[in-house]
């Protein structure tokens, strides 16, 4: 039977919260194959000095099938 | 006074988790009357063959007022 | 060493959660300075009669430097 | 063997949570059988102009058990 | 988009948690269509006079696809 | 240093959870000495035929102090 | 939009939880406006030397709008 | 009103979990009387050096009636 | 003095959530040495068109020794 | 196999944390036999007059094996 | 009765988390008066470029008497 | 824009837990560059024959900038 596997990783993008979540799974196809799953698990973000946010960050948990 | 129930349901989507909500909203709407309330509980989706995300899902706690 | 605060407010909005979270930010920059970060904690709504949302919430934790 | 069902209602009152979980109970009791238990799961209120509580509200975990 | 709905149920049986659970699957089909999951939430079990377990309770949410 | 230890017991009675809580306290007091805090961390109670609460408890945590 | 802050206190009182939460929310009439709602998140109580409880304590979750 | 205790123990088997828990009841039976309900709040497990697991544990909230 | 890590890993069997779990750990021993524990996480399920278990999972939190 | 138990006690010191850790413990093998394990699951402390900490407390949950 | 206000405040320390939560309780006594306890939330620390802990941070729960 | 990855270590010392924290992050710097922060999750420990801890333990959550 499969088995999968669960990692976390945080995403991070000047647009939006859904685009961070975007850029995270970019980012996790350049090394993992088999994905199946996501879960957005925290949606924080950084302020600039003008009181606005510099950087939206979603945190992502990705299940992946693990080969073999 | 007034009783009202919460049930949870999951709305799904291929654009966004905004659009998830939204579908899982006019379903609840078919059935149920008297709603004052929603909350997302959880935010997930299926990822593709591609790596990219294939269904959107939230989780959506539904509040009504049971009448009479 | 600075020390920061933390605290709990819920923006509103009639477009959208990520309008909402915009909405307490801005609401804060007119009171706080020295805003970090924030973290969004709960993301609700009420339903008007037409079964719709009619206002989107976001609870929304946001970190400040305490000055001196 | 027996299957019971847990289900959330919202209970309320002018009077207080006590009288917000019995009237949540009164309810249950018109459209189901079988009740065996309950959990107080969450009590808040509403506050009206005058700075005092216009609305108990008890969240409660209805268990009943399913027939046949 | 499918819509789903999460029941949440307690199956019992004398035997063991897993035949627990399949009491609950196999009540939950009889008023239920479309099943596509469930979750084990809580194992917990009534003791009788002898000090051994009387009977086993699994309380497991279920996910159904709501029709239409 | 006086170092302390925490016991959870559960009330019941036919009045109300504040009785409940109360009949947990007295019974404490039967084996326990130093008692110096509780808290309420869940309140339920038990269903009749007749639908209406048969028996309220409260799982009451409590803290005293150890001699010696 | 409007946007509210969240505020916890700490109610105490000789008599009851109840009364905890009224002293509670009496209290914090004096310094802010524009209370909408609680919620009870913890009950507890300091015990004297007799076992009985000497202080009923609730914690108290406000919300309120914040002006302009 | 009777008055009841909860206590946790672990108890462990190089079998199953399913036994973990006997065990952890049997022991119980030795010590206590009046037991009413058991819950397994964690399902652990060491591993040996051959990579299986040399014991599983499972730990177990007891809840047993206060005599006199 | 050792350092550990800590993975997240979903086991799944057509036959019980036993046998996911130790499918699971079958496979982490293909690729990671030093297994010192695991703790099982969430039991869930799919669920078939014939209304019955299809595959059963097992989310399995696995420590093991890093070496050098 | 053996059985072990879980007991929460609450040890203080007018140094540090990790001290009232250690009175804990200390204390704890005045009446406790077979400790094997530990686990801090809560650090607060009582501020006197001065605004300093006037008591550290430790809430640590010791595991023991049960004899015979 | 008297009523008392959290508020949760984040305090850092180049040498330890100890010495952060000190720097938090004496940013909170320029401030507030009437302090009567603290509890640590969340332990945390930044990591410079030489992989060391750049920065100590201590999330702690500062518990005070509302005047008047 | 940068995505980040956190794993969870387990540090151990016979010291303290502040030095276990220690322990984690120098194993971390071994195989892993960018680290950005960390997070104590849990500090337990092991328990020798003489009633004192024989090893520190600290679960840390490490995040670390993912490279390309």
Redesign the interface.
Known sequence: ??????????????K???D?VK???E????TLRG??????T??????GND???S?YRA?VRI?FI?E?
């Not at 925290?42 to 302020?47: E, F, G, L, R, V």
């Open positions: 039977m499969a088995v999968a596997r669960i990692t976390e990783i945080i995403g991070s993008s000047q939006s919260w859904e961070a850029n995270a799974l980012r996790a196809n350049k994905l199946t799953g996501i879960e957005v925290k949606m924080n973000a950084a302020i009181g606005k946010v950087e945190h299940t693990l073999g």
